[in-house]
C-alpha cells in the first residue's frame, strides 16, 4: 500500500504541473551550447512561454507527454516514497533519541531515487523527446519526430535496443539523487522540527505543506544544473548506435554548458523549475502524507 500511496500522490501532483514541466524542457534546451545574445529567444521566461506555446502549437500541447509523465511518476516516486516510507515507518531514520537523523535521511532519499530512477528513465526519456516537440517556428533542441509513448519506445528499442532504451539513465541519477535526498531529507526534518516546536496541531495537514514548501526551495537550488544537464543528454541527436552526438556524459554536458553559457546557462529555466518543482514538490509530499495518514486511521 504504501508503495500504491506513494505512486497515486504523484500522479496528483504531476496533472497540475505537467504543463510547467513542458516550459520548463523548453527553457532549458533554448539556446543549447550558444553564447548569449547569439541566438533567437522565442522564450523569455515562464509566462510569455506559457502564452507563446499555447498560441503556436495551441494549449493542448501545454499537456504534452502526459501519459509518459504520469507513468514515470507512479512507478519513480512510487519505488521511492514507498522505499523511503518503510524505512522511515521501521525507525531505521531516527537516531537514538528518537529524532530524524539528516544523514540517515538524506542517504535513504538517495538510494530509493536512484532506484526509481534507473527503472523509469526510458520513461523519462521519451516524455522529454514528446514535451521538446514543438511547430518549427518556436523549436528548441533536437526535434524528435513520436507520435506518441508507446510508438517512441517501439522505435528505439527496435533501432537501438535495450543500450538505446536505457541512454542518458546514468547521467540523470545524478539529478535524482541530489533532488530526491534534498527533499525527502528537508521534508522531514522540517515536520519533526515543526511537530517539536508545536507551531500546528498535533496531525494537522499544515505541519506537511508547511514541510513541503521548505523542501521545494531547497530541492530547485540543488537540483536545477543537473535537470538541465540531463534534459540535454535525453534530448540529443544519436548516431546509428544510439550513441549521443553532442555529450559523452553528464560532466561533459555540464563543462560545455558552463564553458559556452557561463555559469547562468547551468540554471536556464529556474523559473519554470521553480514553479514546477516547487507546486509538485509540495503537492506531492501532501498528498502522500495526508494518504498514509487517512490510510493508517481507518486499517487501526
Keep these: 500500500m504504501d508503495f500504491l500511496m506513494s505512486g497515486l500522490a ?54 504534452k507527454g502526459l501519459a509518459p509523465a504520469l507513468l514515470y511518476q507512479f512507478l519513480m516516486n512510487g519505488i521511492r516514497l ?55 517556428e518556436i523549436a528548441v533542441g533536437h526535434q524528435y519526430k513520436h507520435q506518441g509513448m508507446f510508438q517512441a519506445l517501439t522505435e528505439i528499442g527496435q533501432k537501438h535496443g535495450l543500450v538505446g532504451l536505457w541512454r542518458g539513465a546514468v547521467g540523470g541519477l545524478p539529478r535524482v539523487l541530489v533532488g530526491s535526498s534534498t527533499q525527502l531529507c528537508t521534508f522531514s526534518s522540517t515536520k519533526d522540527l515543526l511537530s517539536q516546536w508545536e507551531i500546528f496541531p498535533p496531525q494537522s495537514w499544515k505541519v506537511a505543506l508547511a514541510a513541503a514548501m521548505v523542501s521545494g526551495i531547497a530541492v530547485v537550488l540543488a537540483m536545477t544544473p543537473f535537470d538541465v544537464a540531463s534534459t540535454r543528454l535525453y534530448n540529443q541527436p544519436t548516431d546509428t548506435q544510439g550513441k549521443g552526438l553532442m555529450y559523452r556524459g553528464i560532466l561533459d554536458a555540464l563543462l560545455q554548458t558552463a564553458r559556452t553559457e557561463g555559469i547562468l546557462g547551468m540554471y536556464k529555466g529556474i523559473g519554470a523549475s521553480y514553479f514546477r518543482l516547487g507546486p509538485h514538490t509540495i503537492l506531492s509530499l501532501f498528498f502522500w502524507d495526508q494518504l498514509r495518514f487517512f490510510y493508517h486511521s481507518y486499517t487501526k
Design 10 to 63: 504523484a500522479c496528483g501532483a504531476c496533472v497540475f504541473t505537467n504543463p510547467l514541466e513542458v516550459v520548463k524542457i523548453r527553457m532549458q534546451l533554448q539556446g543549447e551550447l550558444k553564447a548569449p545574445g547569439t541566438y533567437q529567444r522565442h522564450y523569455r521566461n515562464v509566462f510569455h512561454a506559457f502564452f507563446i506555446i499555447g498560441k503556436v502549437d495551441g494549449l493542448a500541447a501545454l499537456q
Design 82 to 136: 514507498g522505499t523511503y516510507g518503510l524505512a522511515e515507518a521501521k525507525g531505521y531514520l531516527r537516531t537514538a533519541e528518537g529524532t530524524i537523523s539528516p544523514v540517515r535521511s538524506a542517504a535513504a532519499g538517495a538510494l530509493a531515487g536512484v532506484m526509481g530512477a534507473y527503472l523509469g528513465s526510458p520513461i523519462y526519456m521519451v516524455k522529454t523527446h514528446l514535451q521538446a516537440q514543438a511547430a518549427s
